[in-house]
Each structure stands twice: as C-alpha cells, then as structure tokens.
C-alpha cells in the first residue's frame, strides 16, 4: 500500500472487548470484558469511537453501530504466553513471546536480592506480591527510618522498588532500577523493573506521578526497528519508549497522564513528521482498571472520545489512525489484575485499502503488519494484512484508461494511448504514451504506468499487479483495439503472474480480455533466473 507518511497508533492501556478463549487459562473469569463493565456506568461516552466503527467489530456489536467514517475494525487475540503491558506492546510491534515473563508469587530468591543488595548498597523491606498503595503505608516508616528499599511484585512479571523521595532521590532510585535491570535478565528477565517514588509523611503517603519502567530489551527486531532503519521517525508517547526499553524509538515524549498524552499527541498532528507516532494512555490500566475504578474508567474514557473527535480533523489525506490496546484489566471482576481479553483495533485513514471488517484475528502483530504495509517499509513478522477485494468493474478500468489518453503527449504520431494498472491493494496506476523527437526514446503508455507503479515501491515489495486497461487511437478516438506492444508485455512478465494477468482491451464496441500468457507464450520472466 505504501504511500502514507503519518501513522498515530494509539494504545489504550488495559481496554479489552471480552474474555479470549483461554481467559481462565491466565486465571480469569469467562465474562471479563473491560469495555462492556465500563459502559454500565452513566458516565460513558462512545459517539466517536462508535463513528470510527467500533461497534462493528465481533463482539463489539452491542455497542450499536454508527461508522459514518471509513474505517476498517477487527478484534485481535493475543498469541503470546502472557497478559502485561509489555507482552502486548512487544506482540503489537510484531514479536510474538512463546514464554511467559517469569512472576514471583512467593517473592524473588536470595541469588536475585544478594546480588542487589550488593549493588546498592540498601537493605530490602517486603520482597512479596502487594498493593502498591498498601505496601507504601505498611512498610514506609520503616523504609523511613533504615534506607532499606522497599520491594515487591505483583501477578505480573515485575520488579518494583518504592523510595520515598526525601530518602531517595529519584535518579538515585533510578540508578538503582538500572541496577536490578542488570541482574534481572535470562531467567529472571522481569518484563519490567519499576521506581515507584512517593513522598509524604506517615500513614498519608501518596505516590508521585514520577513512575518510571524499565523493560526489558525486545529478543528481536520490532517494527519500530523497521522503520527507523527504514529512515523515518518512530515517536513514542507516554511509556512507549520505556516498553521497548529505547529500542527503535527516535524521539521520546513522557507523559503523565491521559490528558497529557492526548495533548501531546495532538501538537504532534499539527507537526510535519514521516513515520510512526506510537502512544500509550496509562491511565485507563494504571489509575482505573487495577483500582477497579468502574466510574473513573468510564469518565476517562469519555474524555477520550471527547478528545477524539477534535483530533480526527487534524489529520490530512496521507495519515492514518490505529486504535488498539494491549490486554485487558477488567474493573468489575475481584482481582486488580490485568485480564487475558481480546482488543479492539480500529484503522481509519483515506487512502487505506484494506478488507472493511477483518473479522477476529488471531495475533496482535497484525497491528504491526498493517502499519509497516501503510508506510511501505518491509518487515516479516507473524501478522497479516487483509487487503479489500478490488471492487471495481473492468468499465472503470477502462475509463480510467481513457483519462490518460486525454494527456497522452503525441506531437509525432498524433496515436494516444492510456493504460490504467490495478494491483492487489485496490489502488489505480494511470499511464500515457509519452513521444520523443528522438522516435526511439518513445515511452508507451502501458509502461508509463507499470513506472508509476513502481516507483511508489509497490515493485520493491512485490505487490501484485492484477490487471490492465488499454485504449488508443488516431487523435484519441477509438475505433480499434490497441494491444501493448512487444517491450510492454515483456515488462509485465518482470512483475505479473502470466497466468492471471489480465489485459483489457477495447474498439469502443466490446471490450476483450486477455491473460499475459495468451499475448506472450512461453514468456521469459524472473523465475527462468532462479
Ligand atoms: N504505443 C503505446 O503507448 N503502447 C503500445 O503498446 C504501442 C504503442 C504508443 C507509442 C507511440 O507514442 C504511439 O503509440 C505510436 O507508436
């Protein structure tokens, strides 16, 4: 497809559509659906998502339909072994995680403790699973009076260490997450080690808006690799660049709430970048799902769909917008944990060609299949695209071809000829002889298009080429048929299958359709290489 310069992939943080079909294999219950609990509350709003198709995906229907807007929806699964933030980000980047990020119901072992008890020079309180506002207030006085770190876990897969800031200045507890990132990798590769800074005094600690993750390095190149090898921007908002522990990012903008990532974001959209712009909005898992904040999570994401609407004007004909998640964290269930769910994924953009409902899908590197396909850059991973059936009838074809005649350059033989190329993602490639005085430096319409084609890298991705339509005649009439010259059949054997190419041709009467096969036997093509 190429041809898009912005992506904004935006991730809401925990927003899952309905149990997967291994929920309880991740300990949850089968009716966990993160969006359909929060849209119990009077405080939900969905008008534009809804505009953006959402309750046209499978599952999503009862949310009632309303796509005024050209979009393409689907339900994603999760293939990887594992529900957390890091999971989902990775497998939306197009890597798939066969094993589960190692969790510590019991607490990490002394070999892991020893090590950064060593490193940093500080005892360690708690080392349990524990509420991140229970563990502050039950082991921050002692944390107050001894300087030992305060650490502990939670069912995911990390490492966190609260310091009171007074104690601990934040770099400081930052130098020491950079430690135990260091210890925690193999075996103990943690998803995440995280600060979590807090200040006050006994028992009214609170928590500062200084969280920082640390994430463990992605096993193989992401999609975000891609494109910055590919020469473009990869921004990341919020804790994008912490997911993905830098790699692949070219720019960074942390942010601390929801409403400061929308605003971000939408400065980004007044910017003129060319690539990918990958946000996260924390605060629905963070500040709502895990406090099992039913209301909160539903006026956060009304604010969401507020703000949506006044960001959707702001993009231009060359951008695209993805709408997705990560996992789940279910707000009505009796855990705080996150839920094993399946995600939304919502494409709206004009110039995107893709099926218009993608059905359920059985991994989230599809996400990463569709955004590397938009910008044209090539990256092989597990997901996939789903491209729209070309819809056209061979009369628009034709008539598209009729238009090139109409700027056919002919000062010499006065012949016009048009082309009009359909590949497999729906797009029209127009062509025009274009003369020479030099007669032999003579360009053919067929082949002005198989250029044109080319050169938007459908070529060098090797996409499709599924038909073409030629007309010409004596002063742009048409009276006979004008079948492609001998150089033009063999340019479209470098690019088309034979067998199923199809050449249409008319005389103004009817029109005649031919495969490459039939208008050049035994043709001489790439594979003869091979
Ligand atoms: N021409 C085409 O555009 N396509 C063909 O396959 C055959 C020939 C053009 C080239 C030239 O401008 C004019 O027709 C007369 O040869």
């Known amino acids: 497809m190429a041809d898009i310069k912005r992506v904004f992939l935006i991730v809401l943080d925990s927003l899952g559509i309905g149990a997967a079909p291994d929920a309880e294999v991740f300990g949850d219950v089968p009716d966990c659906n993160t969006l359909r609990r929060i849209s119990t509350d009077p405080a939900f709003r969905a008008d534009t998502v809804r505009r953006l198709g959402m309750g046209e995906i499978e599952g999503v229907e009862w949310l009632g339909k309303g796509a005024a807007l050209k979009t393409v929806g689907m339900r994603l699964r999760e293939k990887s072994r594992g529900k957390d933030t890091t999971t989902g980000h990775w497998e939306l980047a197009g890597i798939v995680s066969e094993h589960p990020m190692p969790t510590y119901p019991d607490g990490f072992p002394e070999e892991v403790l020893s090590k950064f008890r060593a490193a940093t020079g500080r005892g360690v309180l708690c080392n349990k699973p524990y509420s991140g506002t229970e563990v502050i207030r039950d082991y921050g006085k002692q944390h107050l009076e001894t300087g030992d770190l305060i650490v502990y876990t939670s069912a995911d897969s990390v490492f966190q260490i609260a310091a009171h800031e007074d104690i601990v200045p934040v770099e400081q507890l930052y130098e020491y997450c950079r430690m135990a990132r260091e210890i925690l990798q193999g075996e103990h590769g943690v998803g995440r080690v995280i600060a979590r800074p807090f200040t006050g005094e006994y ?99 009304a604010e969401f769909d507020a703000w949506l609407a006044t960001f959707l004007p702001l993009l231009g004909e060359d951008d695209a917008l993805i709408i997705t998640a990560d996992h789940g964290c279910d707000p009505g269930d009796t855990s705080t944990d996150h839920t094993r769910e399946y995600v939304p994924c919502m494409m709206y953009g004009e110039k995107l060609r893709y099926a218009k409902n993608g059905g359920t899908r059985p991994t989230f590197a599809d996400v990463a299949a569709h955004v590397c396909d938009m910008l044209g850059v090539a990256y092989a991973c597990e997901g996939k695209i789903d ?57 053919c319409a067929e082949r002005t298009a198989f250029m044109h084609w080319a050169q938007s890298g459908a070529a060098m991705r090797g996409q499709k080429p599924l038909a073409i339509a ?25 690019f088309c299958d034979p067998d199923t190419f199809r050449i249409l041709l008319t005389n103004g009467k009817e029109v005649r359709s031919y495969t490459l096969s039939q208008l050049l036997p035994l043709g001489f093509g790439p594979s003869k290489l091979d």
């Not at 690799?225 to 020469?231: E, L, P, Q, T, V």
């Not at 963070?286 to 006026?299: E, F, L, Q, T, V």
């Not at 000062?411 to 003369?435: F, H, M, T």
């Not at 001998?486 to 054997?493: A, E, S």
Request: charged content about 20%; some cysteine.
């Open 470 to 494: 030629v007309v010409g005649g004596k002063d742009g009439v048409i009276t006979d048929f004008a079948p492609p010259c001998g150089i033009c059949r063999q340019v479209m054997m470098e």
């Open 203 to 301: 028992p009214n600690f609170t928590r500062t808006a200084n969280r920082r993750d640390f994430s463990l390095t992605p096993p193989a190149p992401t999609m975000l690799d891609a494109i910055k090898d590919a020469g473009m921007d990869v921004i990341g908002v919020g804790k994008i660049s912490d997911i993905f522990a830098g790699q692949g990012i070219t720019r960074s903008l942390h942010t601390h709430s929801n409403t400061e990532g929308m605003e971000v974001t939408a400065g980004l959209a007044k910017e003129d970048f060319h690539g990918l712009c990958f946000v996260n909005l924390v605060d629905f898992d963070m500040a709502y799902g895990h406090r099992n904040d039913i209301s909160g999570y539903a006026k956060a994401f």
């Open 387 to 443: 491209r729209a059936l070309p819809e056209l009838s061979e009369g628009r074809l034709l008539d598209i071809a009729k238009l090139g005649m109409s700027v056919a350059y002919t000062p010499y033989s006065g012949y016009k000829v048009g082309a009009a190329l359909l590949d497999e993602s729906g797009q029209i490639w127009r062509g025009c002889n274009v003369e020479n005085a030099s007669y032999g430096a003579t360009i």
